[in-house]
């Protein structure tokens, strides 16, 4: 099992995983598509790829499950005739991640689900704390800001 990750404190958490749940790939992500971890794939093209497909699903169910039911869809899990997919966000205290697996006949839906449940507890677990911001804004900063704006747009 091949396991990249670009942030050191999700790679035994989502090793588990995988192992666990016996998934065939899996990715975690920001919901900007930025991969942060990734299992099972052997090309950067098809990781790039589903980055950009997991991100554009879960920001258009959530807009959608906002329109019909007043709050975004979370959890999408789909069953093709070999492969399955799961996808389900992944709330920690550095952020929300959009997290996908996908799976066939070696695993189930109940198994992905109970261990997906154990990998976002090692997440939260695993996650270094936030730092606050080490650069503060001058008092004056908006002030300036604005008398530069007038400035380059001859508003001065």
């Not at 258009?60 to 899990?77: C, N, R, T, W, Y």
Request: net charge negative; charged share 20%.
């Amino acid at each position: 099992m091949t396991v990249a990750v670009v942030e050191n404190w999700v790679e035994e958490p989502l090793r588990r995983f995988v192992a666990d749940a016996r998934v065939r790939l899996a990715l975690l992500l920001h919901t900007s598509g930025q991969v942060l971890a990734q299992s099972g794939f052997t090309r950067s093209v098809d990781v790039m790829s589903a980055c950009a497909l997991a991100a554009a699903i879960h920001a258009s169910a959530g807009e959608l499950g906002k329109q019909l039911d007043g709050k975004p869809f979370d959890v999408l899990h789909h069953a093709g005739r070999e492969r399955q997919i799961f996808l389900a966000p992944a709330r920690t205290p550095r952020g929300l991640y959009i997290f996908l697996s996908v799976f066939d006949k070696e695993s189930s839906l109940g198994l992905v689900q109970l261990y997906y449940g154990e990998f976002v507890g090692r997440l939260v677990e695993a996650a270094p704390p936030v730092e606050p911001p080490s650069v503060v804004l001058p008092e004056n900063f908006e002030g300036e800001l604005n008398r530069n704006l007038a400035a380059h747009f001859g508003r001065a």
